[in-house]
């Protein structure tokens, strides 16, 4: 059965150092997503995806985060520069038709 | 404000009983809802996607309710297993839009 993946599974950086989140939705997927779950909280939406433009953002996404499909497979996540409080579990997802979407094991991104 | 309320917070049960996990929503205008498990630093996984005009939706063991008047959803969960333990989230889709709510979870744990 077809998944999302992601890398690394977890990034350790310092805080103003600029990460790199990747993503490899599901093959035929149009629609993509990223999320983040602060440790202990609920899960937030940060972005939506598609037709290689942003279609939808959160206040949470700010000048310091960006989206990128740089190849047709990879969707990217990028924070400029990372904040302690930037710390969270980031989760891709993505869905065929801006219905069911289909997550994937997240990345931990710890900022010290 | 859109906002996803849960309940109860967690909950302990004996492996083969049954439970209910409540959700209380504000969303509105209002697609569907969708009831997600997420097992310990995992991503969620759709468990089932109701939309306005259904009142129920049955997945295995999993019974999803929607009463769209009174804006509440339960999920039950029939004859318990041990790999049931996990974080039940409620999850809710605006109209026109692809940012999900999400609601905090019911923390599950079955024991012998």
């Known amino acids: 059965e077809p998944e999302v993946t992601q890398t690394p599974s977890h990034q350790v950086t310092q805080m103003g150092q600029e990460v790199i989140l990747r993503c490899v939705p599901i093959s035929n997927h149009l629609y993509f997503y990223w999320y983040r779950q602060i440790l202990g909280q609920k899960v937030e939406f940060l972005v939506s995806f598609y037709n290689n433009e942003i279609s939808e953002k959160s206040e949470i996404f700010d000048d310091q985060f960006s989206v990128e499909r740089p190849d047709g497979s990879n969707f990217t996540l990028k924070i400029r520069s990372t904040k302690l409080e930037d710390s969270a579990m980031y989760f891709c997802a993505s869905s065929l038709q801006g219905s069911e979407q289909y997550f994937g094991p997240g990345t931990r991104l710890t900022v010290t | 404000k859109n906002q996803v309320e849960q309940s109860p917070q967690s909950l302990i049960i004996l492996e083969g009983k049954n439970c209910t996990l409540q959700c209380n929503y504000t969303v509105s205008p209002f697609s569907n809802l969708r009831w997600y498990k997420q097992d310990t630093g995992r991503g969620p996984v759709s468990l089932t996607i109701?939309?306005?005009?259904?009142n129920t939706k049955s997945n295995g063991r999993y019974t999803a309710t929607l009463d769209a008047d009174t804006k509440q959803s339960s999920l039950h969960i029939t004859a318990s297993q041990l790999s049931d333990s996990a974080s039940y989230i409620c999850?809710?889709?605006?109209?026109?839009?692809?940012?999900?709510?999400f609601g905090t979870g019911t923390q599950l744990k079955v024991e012998l």
């Open positions: 999850v809710v889709r605006p109209g026109g839009g692809n940012k999900l709510t």
């Open positions: 109701m939309t306005f005009s259904e």
